[in-house]
DNA sequence: CAATGTTTTAAACAGTTGATTAATTTTTTG
DNA sequence: CAAAAAATTAATCAACTGTTTAAAACATTG
């Protein structure tokens, strides 16, 4: 995805560069000469490749998406059992928002702010349900504690995605330095694994 | 604060109308004639009383950023055991955001975009020092399990406010009623209290 | 090489933005 | 009530916005 050479075909160069933008600064805090100067070319380019900024938003926003449920997909419905899926679950997504830190404040933000250019986001992705279902099923058999499984859903992406999220207001709270902060990130992975673990399994 | 009555004093009429403008579009969404129209004025009105559109975002986002922290800042100096304070500070973190389900994302999103403007967010609040000493203590004294104490402010934070910024992916990856959901973020409350709890003191 | 198609550019357009102005209405006060 | 002060308005400003245009530069090909 995100090499760092920038590619000499300009459809890619002004896409990555609208990404970088939009990523950072959002669709209402993006102008198209921003972009334009990011991508090193001229204004007029931007709508000679893509019609206008707002559908050069909605595929930058629609790849966005793809990846942030892709990187799940084939885990979520991989037939192994919650207690080694779990774990794989959140180390994924731990791996995902550290690799693109604007992913989820981007998604959350859009989608509240901008709903209507969203065509992507509506249907709920068959992977998501498959994965309701085993833990519903794993509640069944008793496997787990009986909670509802959307909860163990948001007690996932919560745990994973807020620590990307708080990083500004965590350094306000904490005072703590860069260095100390990539391993405090990396504790709490390890540490928000083991404490949903228990709470489902040991009960 | 929010009187859903409409104060005949034009300064905090405007005021208001920025807020919930603001916290709805954020800054770069929002223009001086939104809010003009939103406190039913002429858009001269709202430089003639807050100096300029960055003058009267910085009120709004420092009044907000106080409302969060004020909420907890006399909880979390309180002199009681984490047993019992932990419960009650994500109940009472729960009922802000229940009750302004947009201040997180605004909190968040305007900080990481525009933290030049944010005066007041710089210094780590006193309350969240001393919440983070009593943790620290609580270790020590073998009460809890040891982990670092801003871990717990994390998973605080994250399993509260992340309820109410997923709120449209939820509704979106798990079909759920309007109805429903309002009962699952009440269980969800429950949930998370009970699963920290555990994790810290049962080890 | 000339003709043709593609890519890139500078310049311009109409609409919107935050902000100011100068005039008008409303309120205060002596 | 009249004069002064304060609040409100419509009109306007220059800067910026997304987008388009028409011309230039470049590449392709017969």
Redesign the interface.
């Known amino acids: 995805m995100s090499e760092d050479t920038v590619p000499q075909n300009t459809e890619e160069r002004i896409k990555e560069a609208a990404r970088k933008v939009f990523m950072e600064?959002?669709f209402?805090?993006t102008t198209t000469r921003d972009i334009a100067e990011a991508a090193g070319i001229n204004v007029a380019l931007t709508n000679y490749y893509f019609r206008s900024k707002e559908k050069l938003f909605r595929m930058i926003f629609e790849d966005a998406h793809r990846e942030f449920f892709h990187e799940s997909h084939e885990l979520l419905q991989r037939p192994i059992s919650l207690r080694e899926k779990i774990p794989q679950l959140i180390a994924s997504d731990f791996r995902l928002f550290a690799k693109n830190p604007n992913l989820s404040?981007f998604?959350?933000?859009e989608?509240?702010?901008h709903?209507e250019l969203l065509a992507t986001?509506?249907?709920?992705?068959p992977a998501?349900l498959f994965f309701?279902n085993q833990v519903q099923e794993a509640v069944t058999q008793g496997e787990i504690r009986p909670?509802?499984p959307?909860?163990v859903?948001?007690?996932i992406?919560?745990?994973v995605?807020?620590?990307f999220?708080?990083k500004?207001?965590?350094f306000?709270?904490?005072?703590?330095s860069p260095t100390a902060y990539a391993e405090?990130v990396s504790?709490?992975q390890q540490?928000?694994t083991?404490?949903?673990m228990?709470?489902l399994f040991d009960f």
């Open positions: 600064k959002g209402d805090g404040l998604l959350i933000t989608r509240h702010r709903p986001a509506k249907e709920a992705p998501v309701l909670v509802a959307a909860h859903l948001q007690l992406m919560a745990n995605q807020f620590v999220l708080s500004p207001i965590m306000q709270c904490t005072n703590i405090f504790q709490h540490l928000v083991q404490m949903i228990i709470y």
